[in-house]
């Protein structure tokens, strides 16, 4: 069916631009504030684009609204997942985002009525395991601690499940591409949050000292058009089917990312180096798998 290769398609690019991600946080941009504003004004750029194509097409105004805050959320919920990946390995963080998973089958259950069944509920716990194996810090017999990057993780896939849920509940009576438009468009919003963030907490210099290196502004464009094409794709695959279904096959990320981060770390160290020891690797891949078998039990 279309929308499994779109379902599947999305997460392979979300997982490319996750490594974008870090190498700017790691070699250009250390401000995840600044960094999010950005997304949020080139995000706006290709929205307002679309919307021209297709002659400035107009909604209700609830529908505007929801369609424009499910587009600020998605700017916000960037802004603790830049930091959870900052602080950690993208391969060891990524598959926290499939947490999102779980708060997509809540929101939907509340907010558009899907249903939960015994074997979802499995899948939460399946989906939530391999999410503790990949952020335990220390292990011991009478106390563990978890991973900063965990917490980042836990906010970030809730504000990027409730934009999901919300676009899929004005899809339902409109066009799929006018409302993408007016989403995207929504991260204007969410700029401007942000950087007036920076401006009233004093940390306007961040944006006052960003001097692009050689090179920066392509890598931003690039790292935007390939997580705008996985945006659209999930969104696409959301329109077809369940939130769930898609949600399910998002779990293939984790995957992605580990073999994109060994092969980085392999041959190409000075863009991005992560931790590929033997045991590193055997916690990885179990938690992947953990995690991926959450994602199918819930699509059930």
Known sequence: ????????????????????????????????????????????????????????????????????????????????????????????????????????????????????????????????????????????????????????????????????????????????WPALSYELMGGLIGAVLVILYLVFSRRVNSLADLKFKSGTFFILVANEVIYLVGHVLNFLAVSLAPVALVSALGGTQPLFMLVFGVILSVFWPKIIKEDIAKKTLLIKLISVLLIFLGCVAISF
């Open 1 to 176: 069916m279309y929308w499994i290769i779109l379902a599947i398609a999305a997460p392979a690019l979300y997982a490319i631009s996750n490594f974008f991600d870090r190498f700017i946080l790691q070699k250009r941009i250390k401000d995840p504030f600044v960094l999010t504003a950005i997304g949020g004004l080139l995000a706006f750029g290709f929205g307002f684009l679309f919307w021209a194509i297709q002659l400035f097409p107009v909604f209700s105004g609830l529908q505007m609204v929801v369609l424009l805050f499910a587009g600020t959320l998605f700017e916000i919920a960037l802004i603790p997942w830049y930091k959870a990946v900052s602080l950690d390995d993208a391969s060891r963080v990524a598959p926290l985002f499939q947490s999102f998973s779980v708060f997509a089958l809540i929101l939907s259950y509340f907010i558009l009525g899907e249903t939960l069944s015994g074997l979802q509920l499995i899948g939460f716990v399946l989906i939530l395991s391999g999410a503790f194996f990949l952020s335990v810090d220390k292990f011991s017999r009478k106390i563990f601690s978890l991973r900063p990057s965990f917490w980042y993780m836990m906010l970030s896939s809730f504000l990027f499940a409730l934009p999901v849920v919300l676009f899929k509940l004005v899809i339902i009576d409109q066009s799929f």
